[in-house]
């Protein structure tokens, strides 16, 4: 088994990205959705055309995780969407991070997401934020040592079901 590279994404990897992301979201969230609400929402937010339209955006960057030949994750960053008050035009926002579940631990999940946090700050310091399941307590423990904290909570649709999400932030470091 090789060691695991992590480098940012390009057009070719459409593909691929959308392959992984629809993958991972459903190994990670899949049992909480009824099939045909998933697949809806698969097909939505995992299609190549949204792929395609994230890769050619430059206020956004994908990075993708391979090992031995195959994609086992990925991240996406880019200008804050998050609903809260404080966010404004300069913050940046760390979008989707996953790793298929038994590439976990370890360290890989931490490197992919300084990737994403350095590309995010490569300007100079900014507000960061991170939305995240309220039930997903390892990734907020995870995210909380990187000084990220609770900064509002919303509601992350996937058809009929109504996911709480708390929103995550850390200030600018300079």
């Not at 206020?59 to 995780?65: D, E, H, I, P």
């Not at 030949?69 to 008050?85: N, R, V």
């Amino acid at each position: 088994m090789t060691t695991p590279t992590i480098r940012r994404a390009v057009p070719a990897d459409a593909e691929t990205l959308s392959r992984i992301g629809a993958e991972t979201f459903s190994e990670t969230f899949g049992h909480l959705y009824p099939p045909q609400d998933l697949s809806r929402f698969l097909r939505t937010a995992y299609s190549l055309e949204s792929t395609r339209a994230d890769l050619a955006d430059p206020t956004r960057a994908l990075w993708l995780v391979e090992a031995d030949g195959e994609a086992i994750g990925y991240a996406l960053a880019g200008l804050c969407t998050l609903p809260h008050p404080d966010v404004t035009e300069d913050c940046g926002e760390v979008k989707r991070i996953y790793l298929r579940k038994g590439r976990q631990g370890g360290g890989l999940g931490g490197r992919l997401l300084a990737e994403a946090l350095a590309w995010l700050e490569r300007d100079g310091p900014r507000q960061l934020w991170i939305g995240v399941w309220s039930e997903n307590h390892g990734a907020q423990r995870f995210y909380r040592r990187l000084g990220f904290e609770k900064a509002g909570e919303y509601f992350f649709d996937v058809g009929e079901t109504h996911d709480l999400e708390f929103i995550l932030r850390r200030r600018q470091n300079g």
